[in-house]
């Protein structure tokens, strides 16, 4: 991320808009309760948000001068700041564990959250580009909390088992999230690997030439 200054992109303001869509989900679902299509509403900002993370990489690849590293770094940053805050909205709400099998959602999505978190720390000191494993990670990710949120939104959906699809879903994305880590961790290795044999081999060469200046030592 050194190096990554601010601009004022079309696909930026898409990706920031994720984060801005939490808060204004949160304080609608709080404020407006006696609004019959309040659902609809809310599921309509969430659907959007989504679609701003394909919007956004299409306009980044349609005009070359939106394509930046500050907006490529930003667009990984929102989705991931996006997802984990819905994710918690939803726990603490209570629609995770309906019909008792919020166990086997919690457990998914601490696995999903533990990945998203390591490759953050990763991604500070090592840039890693993304990859389809982790785009497909993402699609499930929404699609499968869009379901789980809609849940507690709609009583009845055209008669859609709204929680069972998204908890399949969210399977999906959990496996897709540890496939894409594996790739990560190769990607990572393979750019650490050649500095960490440097290191290495610079501290035998310094520890070697501290050695060679110590002087002789006389048992005799």
């Not at 992109?9 to 019959?36: D, H």
């Not at 306009?59 to 929102?78: H, I, K, M």
């Amino acid at each position: 991320m050194a190096g990554c200054e601010f601009e004022h992109t079309v696909p930026t303001w898409l990706s920031l808009f994720r984060i801005v869509a939490v808060p204004i989900i949160i304080l609608i679902e709080l404020l407006v309760t006696q609004v019959s299509y309040i659902g609809w509403v809310l599921m309509t900002i969430y659907i959007f948000s989504c679609l701003t993370d394909l919007l956004d990489g299409f306009l980044a690849r349609l005009v070359p001068s939106w394509e930046t590293e500050f907006g490529a770094y930003c667009d990984q940053f929102t989705d991931k700041v996006f997802v984990i805050s819905i994710i918690a909205w939803v726990f603490y709400t209570g629609r995770i564990g309906y019909d008792g099998i919020g166990e086997w959602e919690l457990a998914l999505i601490l696995v999903s959250i533990l990945r998203e978190i390591v490759v953050v720390f990763v991604r500070i000191f090592i840039k890693l580009p993304s990859n389809l494993l982790g785009k497909l990670k993402t699609t499930f990710q929404m699609i499968a909390i869009g379901f789980i949120y809609g849940r507690g939104l709609f009583d009845d959906f055209f008669g859609l088992p709204l929680h069972e699809i998204g908890t399949v879903l969210l399977l999906f994305a959990t496996l897709f999230s540890l496939w894409s880590f594996v790739a990560y961790a190769k990607d990572a290795t393979l750019i650490l690997w050649p500095k960490l044999k440097r290191g290495v081999a610079s501290l035998l060469s310094v520890g070697r030439d501290w050695i060679m200046k110590l002087p002789p030592v006389n048992f005799f």
